[in-house]
């Protein structure tokens, strides 16, 4: 496999690597502040994130993700990676399912830009083959989201916050 | 020995953080986990020194030395580290009210000391872990429960304060963006003198409308100058919102000789025996 082929297999690595681990460290925040149900999706976002970094390693034949932090993006993170700042301890599973459906969109985007860009002809089939991987989750979490009940009307309401000006 | 295989996970404890989820501190965190993994530091050979705030829990975040001190006194204790131990790299966080109000003082000589080490400011913009209070950086107009009609004071604006009183390297970055923030991180450990590091770092919880600083915030629009007039005249037509390094200076760092202690703590506290 060209150098080339194999630096893009080794990005698209650590971007699944990358979004795994920040769904695995929302998942503990939530756990920290008792929400349970979110926290629970947050943890199954990080496996199935991390079963596609699996993927990509048992198709390359390595055997451990690259560093996702050695890479840089055009976003300030990777585009599959949940914002930290896009939490509340209060959220339920719709927006969860919300966020997590943000990050495959601009997964799949980033591929299909690559699929079309003026690149090497093998990156840009890996890219595609990429880009159908991340529409089929977009579709699996449409799927999930619309099984799921909207937020309640005042879901930020807290009557007693764990920190709150007394 | 520099280790190549250290990455960001071996920076991070297994404490797990109670921040509110959404808070701006996880962005410092893991950019500082990055910043150390790329500066291949032995996390030994490391210190991470606080003072009292939600941000100055971070020490018990790291996995290096720590030291989490008394309030506004972070960059005391940082300075006895550094002039005690050269070795170590000392980095030096907290927030704006530990920073700016109660260790106001420590900052400006700080600063002037030019001491080899790194502070790093999460500024809310508020008092977060006493649940609002309004801090130096506050603008004069916010209101909130316990500040109806606002302070009326203008803020400091403290990387002027940083330049003005002698700090050899000053940036800012902003936890939305924890690459950007790593570089300038991994900047501010290698330049020579002391480093300050001022980080937009949203409260969701007291300042739930900091969320909206990723729209706000202009990434790599300051550019290192190495003239402190140059750095002085745009850093007062700034806006609080532009990221980079504002200025990169090379006055000497201050390190006073290391010797053996005049005293031993036996004989310090025979002074203060009844
Ligand atoms: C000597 C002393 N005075 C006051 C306090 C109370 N106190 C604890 S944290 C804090 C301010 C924290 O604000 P900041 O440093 O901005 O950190 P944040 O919690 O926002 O991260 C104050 C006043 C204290 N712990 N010790
Ligand atoms: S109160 Fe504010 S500063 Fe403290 S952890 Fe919560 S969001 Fe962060």
């Not at chain 1, 048992?58 to 932090?69: F, H, I, L, R, V």
């Not at chain 1, 949940?82 to 966020?99: I, P």
């Not at chain 2, 003005?164 to 450990?189: K, M, Y």
Request: charged share 25%.
């Amino acid at each position: 496999m060209k150098q080339a082929v194999l630096d893009f297999m080794a990005r698209a690595c650590a971007m699944e690597a990358e979004a795994a681990e920040r769904y695995a460290e929302l998942a503990e925040q939530m756990w920290a502040f008792h929400n349970r149900e979110v926290a629970k999706l947050f943890g199954k976002l990080a496996r199935i994130e991390g079963l596609h970094r699996d993927q990509i390693l048992e198709k390359m034949g390595w055997t451990e993700a690259p560093d996702p932090s050695a890479f840089r993006w055009e976003t300030p993170e990777g585009p599959e990676t949940t914002d930290y700042g896009e939490l509340h301890y209060l959220m339920q599973a719709r927006h969860a399912l919300e966020l997590a459906l943000h990050n495959e969109r601009r997964a799949a985007e980033y591929y299909e830009r690559l699929s079309e860009a003026d690149i090497p002809e093998d990156i840009r089939r890996e890219a595609a083959e990429m880009a159908e991987e991340e529409r089929e989750h977009v579709r699996l979490i449409e799927v999930w989201l619309a099984k799921t009940p909207d937020p309640d009307a005042r879901w930020d309401e807290d009557l007693d916050p764990p920190v709150s000006v007394d | 020995m520099i280790d190549m295989t250290l990455t960001p996970a071996h920076y991070k404890s297994d404490v797990k953080p109670v921040w509110c989820p959404g808070c701006g501190d996880f962005g410092v965190l893991n950019a500082l986990a990055k910043a150390l993994a790329k500066l291949a530091l032995r996390p030994e050979d490391v210190a991470v020194v606080s003072g009292i705030g939600c941000s100055s829990r971070i020490p018990a975040y790291t996995s290096a030395y720590g030291f989490h001190g008394v309030h506004g006194r972070a960059l005391a204790v940082g300075t006895g580290l550094k002039v005690a131990r050269p070795d170590l790299t000392v980095v030096v966080t907290g927030g704006d009210g530990d920073g700016y109000s109660i260790g106001g003082n420590h900052f400006l000589h700080a600063c002037r000391r030019n001491v080899d080490l790194t502070y790093i400011v999460m500024d809310n913009r508020v008092y977060g872990m006493t649940k609002g209070q309004p801090s130096p950086t506050t603008e004069a107009d916010w209101t909130s429960k316990l500040m109806p009609q606002g302070t009326g004071l203008g803020e400091i604006k403290p990387m002027a304060i940083a330049l003005a009183a002698g700090a050899n390297f000053i940036a800012r970055g902003f936890t939305g963006d924890p690459n950007g923030l790593a570089d300038l991180i991994v900047s501010a450990v290698e330049h020579p003198g002391f480093s300050f590091v001022e980080v937009l770092s949203p409260c969701v919880t007291f300042r739930p409308e900091q969320r909206e600083w990723k729209k706000m915030v202009r990434g790599h629009a300051l550019a290192p100058a190495a003239d402190s007039v140059e750095a002085a005249t745009r850093i007062f037509a700034d806006d609080g919102m532009n990221l980079g390094v504002l200025y990169a200076g090379t006055r000497r760092p201050f390190a006073p000789p290391i010797g053996r202690a005049q005293r031993t703590p036996t004989d310090l506290e025979r002074r203060f025996a009844l």
